[in-house]
């Protein structure tokens, strides 16, 4: 009992009579003090006339409370100082109320007059604590006197206050719901706020309070969209997930016309043959009505909400980058969404926290718009630090992006990630490669090669992850892999994984017949293992044994009936069940019923090959960068995303009354501050676009959004949409709109002068307008372009067949600009057939000539592109001339031939807008003038196919017309010969091996048994040179895929009697796998 007083008497020490001691910690300490001597020291600080004592004391107080500690026993001594003078002593005490008020909530009422008081307060901060304390103290009978300070908060000058009024309200709603209508009140004055420290505040207030009174947004809603920039973080989360469902509910889809439009164009091209044949019938009619149906036109609220979030692509937080990510993928035109990809990879290099949750839903979108992420594939590229979690989402996401074009690219990442150490990764590896070979045929005999290979490895969760995934792949084409079938029985006696063995048993029962000989064996070994096998196992045996006795009774029938004899006492129900099942079925008995009789049918009923899907395909009715999408299931809170209104609702709830007064200056002071930001900016897109514009000039923002939107639309549809958008708000005056017309047409041909001519699908900007804009929109866009001046359209310069003019190079025409040395100044490729028979003797200097004047060689013969019938006239054909593409080797060289067979000529023959694949590039032929009637010419063009059979989609464009047409390279075409010797040759062929290399066993006709017809019809299927060889019955060709220059080997052993095996070794797989089937089907014809 002594010991408490000492301890006392000794801790006290040093401290002379009445004077407080601050030598000691109070978060230190203290296990064995009583209660009554807690904090003293602190306490007798806070009682002093001091402030200096009792700052320090709040001081410590506070840093206490940071450190987890536990300081409610000091409540009464710090509230005593709430009525301090002291501004730094009062706010530390509003923190440490604002932290105990409801923990303390009767000594908290005691001070009410305190905090009322407080809300009068000079300093803002003052103010702006005493309402967070009140709204702190969680008592129902204080409700009227909280919503009364709110109220005044609301009103306050300082906007600090006014944020805090905006929190209080959320927390005064869940202490009673009843006060909602004045609540929403409060909300829709601080709507009203201009300042973007309120901004974000109010609309979780609103979130939380009022989120179906939409009608509160509309007159905020552009203020709220030119705040967002200069709101803070917190904030720009919260009114972007509000603009998100406020869009989806007052915007019609931008998406909702494209597949219509899509329709009508190809209806207008095929029907154009027999338009002038026979008189329109009903469906032709009601097939002309269509487009008559009004266009999609986005309203200028939508774009300006997609203009306004755009720079925020680029914040430091990820949470504001997701945020905008799922804005732009929820309502943006799929032209445009494909910003957002650059901004997602970004965040990507962050914490493995953030890039779990980019991951997840980047594999979302990926399903839906793959070539969004297609360019950044290598991003996606796994790291051996990468958490487990991590790799199995950047799995997914490289499964999802798969495609014929980068399929060898993923499958080359695949082999390197099953030699990893971490065996759940390399089992998510095996089933993603199941994924690429279900999802893409072509390389599914490569695929399933692979995973054969990996049935001889030594870690056996990898031999039996591969043997689960064979199973399923063979479903797909048993009749083909017998040898496989056999293979997998003989790992019966090796692999004890029991889902391995199971998949196994299951698949020489489901194909015995394929396997006669091999299926009994496998029973019997699995009948004397039985009792000692896991349940699974067990089951596939029972069934295996009921297979075998319907198709091969005479070898299997005691076999079958001594697994029934051992399943029948099992100590596993289900078994037993099973095997009194099985044996009622399969063994004919006296009252056995008319299922006996169809036991085959049971058993051997042919099974659907399973579909390996993606577990992200259903995710994308969950809003993306939400909690419910994280976890796939719906969390508590969460609110639906709304689906697109059928019809548009009223754009003029959303315009504001502007003050007679305030219009002439406002507009004066718009005309001052945007004539040099037009002038300088007008026509790109992209990250250069302004969104800080200010909340007056809302009108001008709207009705210029889609002038400057990035979605690629003409300039004739944009004057359109800005007059009608004028038309309905009544803002401006004809003569303003003409004016600034006037000055944005200036300035677009200002901008479009210099810029001279380009590639035919260079800029990704005008493939991703191009596959966006409608017929009509393409019309009209050509339709301007014949207007424009001379350097704008792809005339040839004049020049004679001599040496060629020195060509001026100005530096406005940088993208127009390439070294002499590369590509010198050509002459027209346009020639006419009896010009090139003339000039066949003469050599010229300039590269561009040669591929018009040269035959096409041993390629493929002439293709139709463009029928006379079709063309009103024009006929076209294409040839690969297998000749290098002048300026660009990676090009594949295509001849074109026109011919005029029409009465009048044809001018202005050109490509018009290309809508092509990601990575696939045109570079046209330049325009031909005039055709005419009965003439016939040849121009040249290159295309960039990127290694894939994908076909190359545009338009030949005359003065009056526009024809789609595409051409569609043979995989011979997209190579190049390549000479090297015999040991070279054997060097890269090594390299080359494994899912590299693809075996095809044929027989050779005898028209195809000499030399000659052998490389002749080699060479005229693929363009390969011939590599020397020893053997005589041995052919060796090699070549380079011409876009990425992979290697392709191809090797023919002809044997006696006309047997033969092909044997081609490439990077590119699918090249490979396609290129046997060329060659094969070209030797046995």
């Not at 923190?95 to 305190?114: H, K, M, N, P, W």
């Not at 499964?399 to 030699?419: D, G, H, K, M, S």
């Not at 080797?889 to 023959?909: A, C, E, R």
């Amino acid at each position: 009992m002594s010991a408490a007083p000492a301890y006392s008497e000794d801790k006290a020490g040093s401290a002379g009579p009445g004077e407080p001691e601050y030598g000691h910690d109070p978060a230190s300490g203290g296990i064995f003090s009583s209660d009554y001597k807690r904090h003293d020291d602190l306490k007798e600080m806070l009682d002093t006339n001091k402030d200096s004592l009792k700052l320090e004391a709040m001081k410590r107080i506070v840093a206490m409370i940071a450190r987890g500690k536990n300081a409610s026993d000091l409540f009464p001594a710090v509230v005593k100082n709430v009525a301090c003078k002291n501004i730094e002593v009062k706010k530390l005490v509003y923190v440490y109320l604002v932290r105990y008020a409801e923990e303390q909530q009767d000594l908290a009422l005691l001070s009410i007059s305190t905090f009322q008081r407080g809300l009068k307060d000079p300093n803002q901060l003052i103010r702006a604590s005493a309402l967070r304390v009140l709204s702190s103290i969680r008592v129902p009978i204080i409700v009227p006197i909280m919503m009364l300070a709110i109220k005044e908060a609301a009103s306050d000058m300082s906007p600090y206050v006014r944020k805090t009024a905006a929190h209080a309200i959320p927390k005064l709603y869940s202490l009673d719901s009843d006060q909602k209508d004045q609540l929403i009140e409060v909300i829709e004055k601080l709507l009203a706020d201009k300042t973007t420290l309120v901004a974000g505040s109010v609309v979780m207030a609103f979130e939380e309070v009022c989120p179906e009174r939409i009608d509160l947004i509309h007159k905020n809603y552009r203020k709220l969209c030119n705040l967002l920039i200069d709101v803070e973080e917190w904030g720009q989360v919260v009114i972007i997930s509000m603009l998100t469902r406020y869009a989806r509910t007052q915007f019609l889809s931008p998406t909702q016309n494209e597949s219509l439009l899509e329709d009508n164009a190809e209806k207008a091209f095929y029907g154009s043959e027999e338009d002038e044949a026979r008189a329109p019938g009903p469906e032709e009619a009601a097939a002309a009505a269509l487009p008559a149906r009004k266009p999609y036109v986005m309203d200028p609220d939508h774009r300006l909400l997609l203009r306004n979030t755009k720079p925020l692509l680029q914040s430091r937080s990820a949470a504001v980058v997701m945020a905008v990510a799922q804005l732009y993928f929820h309502l943006a035109p799929k032209a445009e969404v494909g910003v957002i990809a650059k901004a997602l990879v970004r965040l990507l290099r962050s914490h493995s926290e953030v890039q779990y949750v980019v991951l997840q839903n980047v594999a979302t979108m990926s399903i839906k718009r793959r070539g969004m992420f297609e360019p950044y594939l290598k991003s996606f590229y796994i790291r051996s630090t990468d958490p487990t979690q991590i790799k199995i989402l950047k799995l997914e996401v490289l499964t999802n992006l798969a495609n014929e074009t980068n399929i060898p690219t993923v499958l080359r990442e695949f082999q390197t990630y099953i030699r990893s150490m971490d065996k759940d990764f390399v089992a998510a590896t095996i089933q993603a490669i199941g994924r690429c070979a279900t999802n893409i045929g072509r390389v599914r005999d490569t695929c399933l090669n692979g995973l054969v290979q990996l049935l001889s490895n030594r870690d056996e969760l990898v031999v039996a992850e591969s043997v689960v995934v064979i199973k399923k792949l063979l479903q797909m084409q048993p009749a083909q892999h017998g040898e496989i079938i056999k293979h997998l029985a003989k790992l019966t006696d090796s692999i004890q994984v029991p889902m391995a063995r199971a998949s196994i048993l299951w698949l020489i029962g489901e194909y015995c017949e394929h396997v006669p000989r091999i299926a009994p064996d496998v029973l019997r070994k699995m009948a004397k293992s039985f009792t000692a096998e896991e349940d699974i196992v067990k089951l596939q045996v029972i069934n295996l044994a009921a297979k075998l006795y319907l198709t091969n009774s005479k070898q299997t029938k005691l076999l079958t009936q001594y697994v029934l004899s051992l399943a029948k006492y099992d100590q596993n129900y289900d078994i037993r069940d099973r095997a009194r099942f099985t044996r009622q079925l399969i063994v004919p008995s006296e009252q056995g019923g008319a299922l006996s009789r169809h036991a085959k049918k049971l058993f051997l009923a042919p099974k659907p090959a399973p579909v390996l899907e993606s577990s992200f395909k259903d995710r994308d009715h969950f809003q993306l960068g939400s909690l419910s999408h994280l976890l796939n299931a719906k969390a508590t809170g969460y609110q639906e995303l709304p689906d697109w209104p059928e019809e548009a609702p009223d754009p003029s709830v959303r315009n504001v009354e502007v003050p007679e007064w305030t219009k002439c200056s406002n507009r004066e002071k718009r005309k001052e501050k945007e004539k040099p930001f037009y002038s300088d900016s007008e026509g790109e897109s992209g990250p250069t676009e302004s969104a800080d514009s200010d909340p007056e000039s809302e009108t001008e923002s709207d009705s210029k959004s889609s002038s400057e939107s990035s979605s690629g639309e003409s300039s004739s549809e944009s004057d359109h949409e800005e007059q009608e958008a004028d038309e309905e708000k009544g803002r401006s005056s004809e003569t303003e709109q003409s004016e600034e017309e006037g000055e944005r047409r200036k300035s677009k041909k200002r901008k479009k002068g210099p810029e001279g001519r380009g590639g035919g699908s260079s800029s990704e900007e005008d493939s991703d307008s191009s596959s966006s804009s409608s017929d009509s929109e393409g019309t009209s866009g050509s339709e301007e372009e014949r207007v424009e001046p001379a350097p704008w359209r792809r005339k040839t310069p004049p020049s004679s067949l001599g040496a060629p003019a020195a060509k001026e190079i100005s530096l406005l025409d940088l993208e127009d600009f390439t070294p002499p040395s590369l590509q010198p100044v050509s002459p027209p490729a346009v020639v006419s057939s009896s010009l090139a028979a003339d000039l066949e003797g003469l050599t010229f200097t300039d590269s561009s000539l040669v591929p018009s004047l040269l035959s096409p060689g041993q390629g493929s013969g002439r293709q139709e592109l463009l029928h006379r019938v079709a063309g009103e006239g024009l006929a076209v054909d294409y040839t690969f001339s297998r000749q290098p593409f002048p300026g660009d080797p990676h090009m594949v060289s295509v001849q074109i031939h026109f011919s005029n067979s029409s009465d009048t000529p044809i001018k202005g023959l050109r490509v018009g807008a290309p809508k092509l694949p990601a990575g696939i590039s045109i570079q046209e032929f330049p325009e031909m003038e005039s055709l005419e009637p009965g003439e016939s010419a040849t121009a040249v063009m290159g295309i960039n196919f990127c290694d894939s059979t994908q076909a190359a989609n545009f338009q030949l464009c005359t003065q009056t017309r526009q024809f789609y047409v595409s051409i569609q390279p043979p995989v011979g075409e997209l190579m190049a010969p390549v000479f090297m010797s015999e040991n070279e040759f054997k060097k890269e062929q090594g390299q080359l091996t494994g899912m590299n290399e693809i075996t095809e066993k044929l027989t050779l006709p005898d028209t195809c048994r000499s030399d000659h017809a052998v490389v002749q019809k080699v060479t005229a299927t693929a363009n390969l040179g011939r590599v020397p060889c020893g053997a005589s019955d041995e052919y060796r060709f090699a070549g380079r895929t011409l876009a990425s220059g992979s290697l392709v080997l191809l090797t023919l052993d002809a044997r006696p009697a006309g047997a033969a095996q092909l044997t081609v070794n490439s990077e590119k797989m699918v090249i490979g796998t396609m290129l046997v089937k060329d060659v094969v089907q070209a030797l046995t014809l």
